[in-house]
């Protein structure tokens, strides 16, 4: 991608102002406070627009602080190249909001175009405007802490790695740590896991329970209905003990009809033996009839006596064996008399009830353990998720890292050779692309470079950077007078090495000096 | 001769579903009063017996009250036969002795009805190999069997093994076990079938519920009786392209399943919104719209991949990652995803 030009229409102190970018270095020499940082912001607005104002902001953004004072329409065009087509960028912006931001591009051929997209920096660069920043914007930065970054930190803070892995890991951490705490807090872990498998084991527990009592129902079922049972075989016993009475008294009741019986058989006889004196015929007719009715009275008495005999001892067998059962369930309960019985029974009933009452709550208790294994079973599911989503973007970090890690060390190395690193000596990078050097045969930190071996290293870290983390064309690079820490032997060196880089990719060069123009 | 075919009342059973306690004391009451009126049709319809292939209690030491209920109907329809096979819910307690009620063991018992026999046996450890060898069924007869298990192609302690049973004569081997109906060939000669259970106790137990009518004659003949008050239906609702937990809830409220019965309502598809707390959300607006409902959520966030898939940064590399993985469920990958995203984006979690 290329600067072409650029034209202010408003922005900041610049006003119907045309810059022409002269290939590939463009030297800006102008005085503190000439607006040089307004250029640079004016770039940046034109490919990324400008964040909208918050009313609550304890500092002004960009829009508020480059906004016309004279008002007028705030913005101006961009010209780029890009993918060997040329566009032209318009912007402008309102005074407070994006959203009333407006923004055309154009192609070669002077037709709106949304080739761009919506975002023309990411479009272009394929990063966001933090990493733009952080790249593409070099200035005088020397300090310690920057050369102290690692490779985390410094992709970190291009939004690119870490710094937001960091955070979001933890964040991650936080909410695993309230499904199950990692450790344990007075011997248990705290957690909605542990809480809900808690739960599990008291309805474990609580059924287990309610199902004895649902086998002692079913025990005091058993006994009710065998206590009933005695109750009703007393009831049988006592009926089957009145039929045997009943069975013997109609011997006793039916006697007067045996005895007429009797008493017809015996005077026939008697008849028939004293008409035998006066008429033979009649007598024995009359004996016959006698003898008769008695062989029937003795026959109908001793198959009658016999039939009852047989239907008694029926009787008396099955009140025996009726009342050999009901004494042996009796005595199974230790119970003799029927006040006992009626006791027990009362109390089987009583306990009947009671069991009931527990036992009806057992299928809801078997409905909320289901429900409760359920809710388990997604918690710790919900728990291996983030497990999962932890391991997958430490394993993003590290591969981001290892990623830029080799390209970056020998991109350093050799912007370190081209500015001409033989006078710092034995600088070097570690696995982290912290910065070392060699001195004595031992390996020393940075801090003791001086001010300005740190500006050319961190200048070449930054270079390397820059080369690395856009995947396409290089963007171009604003440098905001880099080398002011550098003496006049090293300035030298690194406007040479200016002048070589700029075969690499487009320069825009700030400088308020005369003696660091290029 | 009809006969009915019926099994898995359940009586005394919890729903399995989450009701109040006066939805689940109504929903118990309904199951009986599907039995009743299950015998109250045999009765209208001229049924001569009504086949009871187990599993009518809930549980081993049923309530009194259920037991009551049960062997009380039993005994009013005097005119019809019962035959009580039990499964493996309804074991511990012994029926009470009833002239119309016939029942079974752990051997085969067989009772001749003259062109018909009606046969069964509970299966146990220690007949459950041996059962299929000493079943020995006239050829000139119309033979009924009655078993409760599950379908197997080994034959084990709750498994039936119908492979086993085919030549033995039998024209219809009524089944028990299984919630729903299904019907299927036995041998060239006839067939077994689930009449599954009266009523959908949960939403597991989907669709019509109801009992076999069975027809002997020249050929034995079978129909599928739909009969319960209520069925246990399943919706899905895909809510790719809704913009808001109250749209969604709008169309969930327009789904077409009948307010006496109980929904199933599985939320799915990409959300374009925040879901969190959905399936509660849903779940408490519409609870009273049907007799029960369950809600589920099952949607993925919708989540536009393609700009991180081409970016340089950390996003990217973690999608790409993600993404690369082999031989993952893509849900999980979804849900991967957007939780990564989110925090790296440092949204609330």
């Not at chain 1, 800006?28 to 609550?56: H, I, P, W």
């Not at chain 2, 003949?221 to 919706?235: D, E, I, M, N």
Request: charged share 25%.
């Amino acid at each position: 991608m290329k600067l072409l030009e650029c034209t202010i229409e408003n922005y900041g102190k610049w006003h119907k102002t045309r810059f022409v970018f002269n290939g590939s270095l463009t030297c800006v020499c102008l005085q503190n406070g000439e607006g040089k940082s307004t250029l640079a912001s004016f770039l940046k607005a034109m490919l990324y627009g400008l964040e909208s104002e918050r009313d609550n902001a304890t500092e002004k953004g960009e829009r508020s602080l480059y906004y016309p004072f004279s008002g007028g329409a705030f913005g101006g065009t961009l010209t780029v190249e890009w993918r060997g087509e040329r566009y032209l960028i318009e912007r402008f912006f309102d005074k407070k909001s994006k959203k009333k931001d407006t923004l055309c591009v154009y192609d070669g051929a002077n037709r709106q175009t949304n080739a761009l997209g919506e975002c023309v920096g990411e479009t272009l660069f394929g990063l966001p405007v933090e990493a733009f920043e952080r790249t593409a914007f070099i200035g005088a930065e020397h300090t310690d802490i920057s050369l102290r970054y690692g490779i985390g930190e410094r992709l970190g803070r291009l939004n690119l790695s870490s710094g937001t892995v960091e955070e979001a890991v933890a964040a991650l951490k936080a909410k695993r740590q309230e499904l199950r705490s990692d450790r344990r807090l007075l011997g248990k872990y705290t957690g909605k896991i542990p809480q809900t498998e808690e739960k599990l084991v008291a309805l474990q527990q609580e059924i287990f329970a309610i199902e004895q009592d649902e086998k002692r129902l079913g025990e005091a079922y058993r006994t009710e209905a065998e206590l009933c049972a005695v109750e009703r075989g007393q009831s049988e016993i006592v009926r089957t003990q009145a039929r045997l009475q009943e069975r013997n008294a109609p011997i006793k009741r039916g006697g007067r009809w045996r005895s007429l019986v009797w008493a017809v058989a015996f005077t026939l006889l008697l008849i028939g033996a004293a008409s035998c004196f006066f008429e033979v015929v009649l007598g024995v007719g009359l004996l016959a009839a006698g003898a008769l009715t008695l062989l029937a009275a003795l026959f109908f008495a001793i198959g009658k006596r016999e039939g009852n005999a047989q239907r008694s001892a029926e009787l008396a067998r099955e009140l025996d064996e009726k009342t050999a059962e009901n004494a042996g369930v009796l005595s199974r309960y230790g119970v003799s008399t029927w006040e006992e019985v009626r006791s027990l029974l009362s109390d089987m009933r009583r306990l009947v009830s009671e069991l009931e009452s527990r036992v009806v709550s057992l299928p809801q208790k078997r409905q909320e353990l289901s429900e409760t294994e359920a809710e388990l079973f997604r918690l710790k599911e919900e728990a291996e998720i983030i497990d999962a989503t932890i391991a997958a973007l430490l394993e993003a970090a590290r591969r981001l890292n290892g990623k830029y890690l080799q390209p970056m060390t020998e991109s350093f190395l050799r912007y370190l050779s081209l500015l001409g690193a033989d006078f710092i000596g034995g600088v070097a990078l570690d696995g982290d692309l912290k910065v070392y050097f060699e001195s004595g045969g031992a390996r020393r930190s940075s801090e003791h470079l001086s001010d300005g071996q740190k500006s050319v290293v961190e200048l070449c870290m930054r270079l390397a950077l820059l080369e690395n983390t856009y995947g396409g064309e290089l963007p171009f690079c604003i440098l905001d007078d880099p080398f002011l820490y550098l003496d006049e032997r090293n300035l030298a060196f690194a406007k040479n090495a200016l002048l070589v880089l700029k075969d690499k990719l487009q320069i825009v060069y700030f400088c308020c000096h005369e003696s660091r123009k290029l | 001769m009809k006969i009915i075919h019926c099994a898995d009342l359940h009586l005394g059973s919890s729903m399995q579903t989450r009701l109040s306690s006066e939805k689940a004391a109504l929903r118990r009451e309904e199951i009986c009063r599907a039995f009743e009126d299950t015998v109250a049709f045999a009765r209208r319809e001229g049924v001569q017996a009504v086949l009871l292939c187990g599993d009518i209690f809930d549980s081993d030491c049923p309530l009194l009250r259920d037991r009551q209920f049960f062997f009380g109907v039993i005994e009013q329809a005097k005119e019809i036969l019962f035959f009580y096979l039990k499964g493996n819910h309804d074991r511990a307690l012994p029926p009470p002795a009833l002239p119309n009620l016939k029942t079974f063991s752990a051997e085969w018992t067989t009772y001749d009805l003259g062109e018909i026999t009606v046969s069964g046996i509970e299966l146990c450890a220690q007949n459950a190999l041996s059962l299929y060898s000493s079943l020995t069924l006239p050829s000139n007869k119309r033979n009924i069997v009655m078993m409760h298990g599950q379908v197997a192609e080994v034959a084990g302690e709750n498994t039936i093994a119908p492979r086993f049973l085919a030549g033995k004569n039998i024209d219809y081997l009524a089944l028990g076990h299984i919630h729903f109906y299904d019907e299927k060939p036995l041998d060239g000669r006839g067939r077994y079938a689930y009449s599954g259970c009266l009523e959908g106790r949960g939403f597991d137990e989907l669709g019509d519920k109801g009992f076999v009518l069975i027809e002997t004659g020249a050929e034995i003949k079978t129909v599928f009786v739909p009969r319960s008050y209520r069925a246990a239906r399943l919706v899905k609702l895909d809510i790719s392209g809704l913009k808001s937990v109250a749209e969604t809830i709008d169309r969930a409220a327009r789904i077409g399943v009948a307010q006496k019965d109980m929904l199933r309502l599985v939320l799915c598809g990409e959300a374009a919104f925040d879901t969190e707390g959905l399936e509660n959300i849903v779940y408490e607006t519409l609870k009273e719209n049907w007799f029960a409902l369950s809600v589920k959520d099952e949607t993925c966030p919708a989540l536009d991949l393609a700009k991180y898939r081409v970016q340089v940064g950390v996003e990217g590399e973690f999608v790409r990652l993600v993404e690369s993985v082999p031989n993952a469920d893509e849900s999980r990958k979804k849900r991967i995803l957007a939780l990564g995203l989110k925090a790296l984006s440092g949204e609330k979690l």
